[in-house]
């Protein structure tokens, strides 16, 4: 467990450098949603995300297309549809159309897990 509790430091540590969150709500973001908040600034260029969306601690995410999401982890909705909750955020980011067939927001063929590292950085941005 001790190796576990010090890859965790590491990874809190990476994530606050992004984000600029603090490490205790990136231990949050973790639990919450089983990712791995400091993987997610990667994730989301892979998969395009900056095209659309201002996004802080995402070099090159300055789109404006989609909504900024500097604060998301506060909002009451995603996409304007569905409460704010992990399993609701994973699903938002895997399937946007499945949950809004009208959404502008692409299906990026975001993997289950990569989705789960996406939104655990989402929700260090307060």
Partial sequence: TLIVELALVGLVA?????????E????????????DPSRG????????????????????????????LAGIAS??????????APDNMVRWIRDPKGVDAKTAMPNTGV???????IAAYLYTLK
């Fill in 75 to 84: 909002r009451s909705y995603i996409g304007g549809v569905l409460p704010n």
């Fill in 41 to 68: 600034p990667d994730l989301m260029r892979k998969y395009g995300c900056q095209s659309c969306h201002t996004i802080p601690g995402v070099v090159g995410a300055n789109g404006l297309v989609g909504p900024p």
């Fill in 24 to 35: 205790a709500d990136a231990r949050e973001a973790a639990a919450l949603t089983g990712g």
């Fill in 111 to 117: 993997t289950p897990s990569d989705a789960r590292h």
């Fill in 14 to 22: 990476l994530a606050n450098g992004c984000s600029g969150a603090s």
